[in-house]
């Protein structure tokens, strides 16, 4: 999958769900009800325990049916290690100039962080794909959409159930959300219900349509 594939996949599916923290054991079931409830693309976070670990059991659980990225991949290193991992799209809190030519290179999607025009610009102008406004606030991100309306923004912190939709009919091309989506709950009795609960009410907000997933072995 090249760059601009998974690009368009991220902005037809309009939110990026994100794993931060220690799901050891979790990543199959929260993959599977993400895809279920029509979550399209997942990024676990390098910060967290057995990352790369996760995006490879989310890519057996699922194929193809779901969207991989790396997220907080903050150098050249890192971003090597989870390409070579399998990670589809990259994603940092900030914007690192290797980062963005190691994956511009590899034509892969990464999406650098910025907040003011000019940080947002120079990611632009490095190549960046797409550009994640952290952290977002919903009245800062219209006041600076305006003037860089055509920067496809992935707003990211902030970023709620009940705001999501906001995001996007503000001009936002996709909204990536973590603890407001998923958190330790999913580790207790009944928590897996609850993701799937709260992300087909998110999907609906944001007008996606669930998956048929198929059982696998």
Same mark, same amino acid.
């Given at each position: 999958?090249?760059?601009?594939?998974?690009?368009?996949?991220?902005?037809?599916?309009?939110?990026?769900?994100?794993?931060?923290?220690?799901?050891?054991?979790?990543?199959?079931?929260?993959?599977?009800?993400?895809?279920?409830?029509?979550?399209?693309? %997942?990024? %676990?976070?390098?910060?967290?325990?057995?990352?790369?670990?996760?995006?490879?059991?989310?890519?057996?659980?699922?194929?193809?049916?779901?969207?991989?990225?790396?997220?907080? !991949?903050?150098?050249?290193?890192?971003?090597?290690?989870?390409?070579?991992?399998?990670?589809?799209?990259? !994603?940092?809190?900030?914007?690192?100039?290797?980062?963005?030519?190691?994956?511009?290179?590899?034509?892969?999607?990464?999406?650098?962080?910025? +907040?003011?025009?000019?940080?947002?610009?120079?990611?632009?102008?490095?190549?960046?794909?797409?550009?994640?406004?952290?952290?977002?606030?919903?009245? +800062?991100?219209?006041? !600076?959409?305006?003037?860089?309306?055509? !920067?496809?923004?992935?707003?990211?912190?902030?970023?709620?159930?009940?705001?999501?939709?906001? +995001?996007?009919?503000?001009?936002?091309?996709?909204?990536?959300?973590?603890?407001?989506?998923?958190?330790? +709950?999913?580790?207790?009795?009944?928590?897996?219900?609850?993701?799937?609960?709260?992300?087909?009410?998110?999907?609906?907000?944001?007008?996606?349509?669930?998956?048929?997933?198929?059982?696998?072995?």
């Amino acid at each position: 999958m090249d760059a601009q594939q998974a690009k368009s996949i991220i902005e037809a599916g309009r939110v990026i769900a994100i794993l931060r923290g220690d799901y050891s054991g979790y990543f199959r079931p929260i993959a599977r009800a993400l895809a279920e409830a029509g979550i399209r693309a %997942v990024e %676990v976070t390098l910060n967290s325990p057995g990352a790369l670990d996760g995006l490879h059991e989310m890519r057996d659980e699922l194929g193809d049916r779901f969207l991989l990225g790396a997220g907080t !991949v903050l150098n050249k290193s890192q971003a090597l290690e989870a390409i070579a991992a399998g990670a589809q799209f990259i !994603v940092a809190p900030n914007t690192n100039p290797r980062v963005v030519e190691i994956c511009v290179e590899r034509d892969i999607c990464v999406i650098p962080g910025a +907040y003011t025009p000019t940080e947002i610009m120079n990611a632009v102008e490095l190549g960046a794909h797409l550009i994640k406004l952290f952290p977002a606030d919903l009245g +800062y991100f219209k006041a !600076v959409r305006a003037p860089l309306n055509h !920067v496809p923004f992935v707003a990211t912190g902030g970023v709620s159930l009940d705001n999501a939709a906001e +995001y996007i009919k503000a001009g936002a091309v996709a909204v990536g959300m973590g603890s407001q989506l998923i958190g330790e +709950y999913v580790k207790q009795d009944g928590g897996l219900r609850t993701l799937g609960e709260r992300a087909r009410r998110l999907a609906q907000s944001l007008g996606l349509e669930p998956q048929s997933v198929r059982e696998t072995a």
